[in-house]
């Protein structure tokens, strides 16, 4: 079920209405609606793969509960490492076992020789990867004892299925989403109308500018033998903003729909376009997976301290483990090994937590040197989502050098002025909006006319430019 989609249309106000109206009164009760609602949503794709989800939250629930009654160092680490092999085991076998098959092949061909092995038609279950981390995040805090196992298990499930972030985010931690389901809610309208707004804005980014950026994108990249570097610049370019759209806008609208029911997630996307180094950009982008490389893999390698080789080591890590994470393909790796190169000079030059600030702090327009900066970045960046978004590490490569020579400078075969110009003025108004959890947090500042008129024009924008439905692209994820 597609947040974009006319059956959720129709699921929200229904889950919405009984929510409030009919469970409301009793906490469990309302808990135990949040599980059913997330499960018919969820099941919506492939009611099949609940016994997935529902198998992994039982066993992260037992271990926790086990943990808590367990104080002999080596059976608590028995247990930490049950959830772990287990949960990753899922995670390695739905995700990559045919990836490490085909690998294992290619690699004795590379060498001359010829084996078989044969592959599964495995279906990736949606959303696999997030859920896994977040019940993951769970056993590791409880084992560490910086979380007290619940005892509650309606919550626990309620907390693991919640469905408005289950299938592609944010990534909650425990000790944020977990205690907000042992507390009465209460609807508040300001709030309630904060979430409408940051939905509005979600769904604006998904629509309007991810899904139209995508149409031209698809087209560039699946036919990039054929178009001049000018061509295949924009259709870069256009990817760095599909994604971008797909992704934060996906967030938006899972945490202002999180805020109809009473909850407040995380932020997962501080305008990392606006991000004036590479180190700046991984802070902003897709915080909530960052934090959990940082902290569940980072920090206990050692993270930045000890030895230069230890820290060259440990960041070449983090990263290409985020490229495996995002998928099952050579070239996510090798977009995940580009972003630590491009990181190695501000580490080696211990200049990477330099840009901890908004960029032109209080000031309506940056300085040169800020221009400079956000612009070296942003052209960093898009050349590394060219791996991203290639078929195979070789059609990037090809890409990348049939845009970089002299064609680059002619005028792009495809040039679509309105998608451009829509993009344009999304990105004025993310600047505006820099300082703030999202774009359109504090405009209260209009007055409530033009305030509705802005409103208006953003919902007939997306009712103009809807083309095809298409799916959230870190579903495949």
């Not at 959830?83 to 004795?108: P, R």
């Not at 600030?357 to 900066?373: M, T, W």
Request: aromatic share 22%; charged share 15%; glycine share 6%.
């Amino acid at each position: 079920m597609l947040f974009n989609s006319l059956e959720f249309f129709i699921f929200l106000p229904i889950v919405f209405t009984l929510y409030w109206f009919v469970f409301g009164k009793n906490l469990k009760l309302q808990n135990f609606f949040i599980v059913f609602a997330s499960y018919v949503f969820y099941g919506w794709w492939d009611w099949r793969f609940l016994s997935l989800i529902i198998f992994s939250t039982f066993l992260d629930y037992g271990i926790g509960v086990l943990l808590s009654n367990e104080n002999r160092p080596n059976r608590r680490k028995l247990l930490l490492w049950t959830s772990i092999c287990v949960n990753i085991g899922f995670l390695g076998f739905f995700k990559y076992y045919n990836f490490f098959v085909e690998s294992f092949v290619a690699s004795f061909s590379f060498f001359g020789s010829t084996i078989s092995a044969g592959t599964l038609n495995i279906i990736l279950p949606v959303g696999i990867s997030f859920y896994t981390f977040q019940t993951l995040s769970y056993t590791i805090d409880v084992y560490n004892k910086r979380l007290e196992p619940t005892k509650d298990i309606i919550s626990f499930f309620a907390f693991v299925s919640f469905f408005p972030q289950l299938v592609a985010g944010p990534i909650e931690r425990a000790t944020n989403l977990l205690p907000q389901f042992y507390k009465k809610r209460e609807f508040h309208y300001t709030q309630a109308v904060d979430g409408m707004r940051q939905v509005i804005w979600g769904l604006f980014k998904k629509v309007v500018i991810a899904d139209n950026c995508a149409k031209y994108a698809n087209i560039i990249f699946n036919n990039s033998d054929d178009y001049s570097g000018s061509t295949l610049f924009l259709g870069a370019l256009l990817f760095a903003f599909q994604i971008y759209g797909d992704f934060s806008g996906y967030s938006d609208i899972a945490i202002g729909i999180s805020r109809f029911f009473g909850f407040d997630l995380k932020q997962n996307f501080a305008f990392p376009y606006f991000s004036r180094d590479i180190a700046e950009f991984w802070r902003r982008w897709h915080i909530s997976l960052s934090t959990w490389f940082r902290d569940y893999i980072y920090i206990p390698l050692g993270g930045s301290r000890g030895s230069l080789n230890k820290k060259i080591r440990n960041v070449f890590i983090i990263f290409l483990v985020s490229g495996f994470w995002h998928g099952a393909n050579w070239t996510f790796i090798v977009w995940g090994g580009l972003n630590a190169l491009y990181f190695l000079p501000l580490l080696i030059a211990k200049k990477n937590r330099v840009n901890t600030d908004v960029v032109a702090q209080n000031k309506l327009l940056p300085n040169f040197r800020e221009i400079v900066q956000m612009a070296f970045t942003f052209f960093i960046t898009i050349v590394a989502w060219v791996f991203f978004r290639a078929d195979s590490v070789s059609h990037a490569f090809k890409y990348l050098l049939d845009m970089f020579n002299s064609s680059l400078f002619s005028k792009p075969v495809i040039l679509p002025y309105t998608v451009l110009f829509l993009v344009l003025v999304f990105i004025g108004i993310e600047w505006l909006g820099r300082h703030d959890q999202y774009a359109l947090e504090r405009i209260d500042f209009m007055k409530k006319p033009m305030r509705w008129s802005f409103y208006l024009l953003l919902i007939m924008l997306m009712f103009l430019f809807t083309g095809e439905e298409q799916a959230f692209i870190y579903f495949q994820f």
